[in-house]
Protein backbone atom coordinates (compact mmCIF):
# COMPACT_ATOMS: atom_id res chain seq x y z
CA UNK A 1 0.00 0.00 0.00
CA UNK A 2 1.16 3.84 -0.85
CA UNK A 3 2.13 6.10 1.76
CA UNK A 4 0.32 8.66 2.73
CA UNK A 5 1.75 11.97 1.65
CA UNK A 6 1.31 15.40 2.97
CA UNK A 7 -0.35 17.78 0.68
CA UNK A 8 -0.06 21.88 1.52
CA UNK A 9 -1.62 24.71 0.71
CA UNK A 10 0.69 27.56 1.16
CA UNK A 11 -2.01 30.51 1.17
CA UNK A 12 -3.81 29.17 3.82
CA UNK A 13 -1.41 27.35 5.68
CA UNK A 14 -3.71 24.31 5.51
CA UNK A 15 -2.01 20.39 4.85
CA UNK A 16 -3.69 17.27 4.47
CA UNK A 17 -2.81 13.75 3.88
CA UNK A 18 -3.48 11.46 0.93
CA UNK A 19 -2.34 8.10 -1.04
CA UNK A 20 0.62 8.86 -3.63
CA UNK A 21 -1.89 7.98 -6.15
CA UNK A 22 -4.05 11.17 -6.30
CA UNK A 23 -3.16 13.43 -9.03
CA UNK A 24 -4.11 16.50 -7.44
CA UNK A 25 -5.44 17.48 -4.41
CA UNK A 26 -7.28 21.15 -3.65
CA UNK A 27 -7.06 23.29 -0.81
CA UNK A 28 -10.61 22.91 1.02
CA UNK A 29 -10.62 26.36 2.18
CA UNK A 30 -9.86 28.46 -0.90
CA UNK A 31 -9.78 25.31 -3.96
CA UNK A 32 -6.62 26.01 -4.84
CA UNK A 33 -4.30 23.53 -6.14
CA UNK A 34 -2.31 21.58 -2.58
CA UNK A 35 1.66 20.77 -3.18
CA UNK A 36 2.98 17.55 -2.26
CA UNK A 37 6.00 17.58 -0.03
CA UNK A 38 6.12 13.93 0.93
CA UNK A 39 5.58 12.71 3.83
CA UNK A 40 9.02 13.23 6.34
CA UNK A 41 9.14 17.22 6.00
CA UNK A 42 8.10 18.81 9.09
CA UNK A 43 5.24 21.70 8.67
CA UNK A 44 5.79 25.22 10.28
CA UNK A 45 3.53 26.58 12.54
CA UNK A 46 0.16 27.96 10.66
CA UNK A 47 1.02 31.51 12.20
CA UNK A 48 4.50 31.58 11.31
CA UNK A 49 4.55 33.08 8.13
CA UNK A 50 8.04 33.54 7.73
CA UNK A 51 8.45 29.67 7.94
CA UNK A 52 5.89 29.30 5.52
CA UNK A 53 7.19 31.63 2.68
CA UNK A 54 10.43 29.94 3.46
CA UNK A 55 9.57 26.53 3.00
CA UNK A 56 7.80 27.49 -0.07
CA UNK A 57 11.20 29.28 -1.78
CA UNK A 58 12.54 25.57 -0.46
CA UNK A 59 10.42 23.92 -2.65
CA UNK A 60 10.34 26.07 -6.03
CA UNK A 61 14.27 26.38 -5.63
CA UNK A 62 14.36 22.56 -5.07
CA UNK A 63 12.01 22.04 -7.98
CA UNK A 64 14.08 24.31 -10.36
CA UNK A 65 17.29 22.50 -9.67
CA UNK A 66 15.06 18.71 -10.33
CA UNK A 67 14.22 20.63 -13.68
CA UNK A 68 17.82 21.51 -14.53
CA UNK A 69 19.36 18.97 -13.57
CA UNK A 70 16.75 16.95 -16.07
CA UNK A 71 16.89 19.27 -19.01
CA UNK A 72 21.07 18.99 -18.65
CA UNK A 73 20.62 14.79 -19.26
CA UNK A 74 18.63 15.34 -22.13
CA UNK A 75 20.39 17.21 -23.64
CA UNK A 76 23.42 14.83 -23.21
CA UNK A 77 21.58 11.85 -24.16
CA UNK A 78 20.89 14.07 -27.39
CA UNK A 79 24.20 14.86 -28.28
CA UNK A 80 25.05 11.12 -27.56
CA UNK A 81 22.31 9.90 -29.98
CA UNK A 82 23.59 12.53 -32.43
CA UNK A 83 26.98 11.04 -32.04
CA UNK A 84 26.18 7.85 -32.20
CA UNK A 85 24.24 8.47 -35.58
CA UNK A 86 27.55 10.04 -36.91
CA UNK A 87 29.55 7.31 -36.23
CA UNK A 88 27.20 4.72 -37.88
CA UNK A 89 26.79 6.86 -40.28
CA UNK A 90 30.47 6.64 -41.15
CA UNK A 91 30.68 3.24 -41.14
CA UNK A 92 30.52 0.76 -44.12
CA UNK A 93 26.70 -0.29 -45.48
CA UNK A 94 24.78 -2.97 -43.07
CA UNK A 95 21.96 -4.88 -43.13
CA UNK A 96 20.68 -3.58 -39.81
CA UNK A 97 22.33 -0.09 -40.23
CA UNK A 98 19.41 2.01 -41.99
CA UNK A 99 17.17 0.57 -39.26
CA UNK A 100 19.18 1.59 -36.13
CA UNK A 101 20.13 5.15 -37.91
CA UNK A 102 16.08 5.24 -38.23
CA UNK A 103 15.41 4.35 -34.41
CA UNK A 104 17.51 6.62 -32.79
CA UNK A 105 16.18 9.76 -35.70
CA UNK A 106 12.89 8.43 -33.85
CA UNK A 107 14.15 8.79 -30.36
CA UNK A 108 16.00 12.06 -31.73
CA UNK A 109 12.17 13.66 -32.38
CA UNK A 110 10.56 12.56 -29.30
Known sequence: ???????VC???HIAT?????VQQIRCSKCGEICFNLGYKIPLPAKADEKAW????????DELAAVADV??????RRRHDIEKQIASIEARPSSP???KLIRDLRKELSE
Open 53 to 60: KSLRQNLR
Open 17 to 21: RHHLT
Open 10 to 12: FDC
Open 96 to 98: GRA
Open 70 to 75: SHRLKV
Open 1 to 7: MPSNRTW
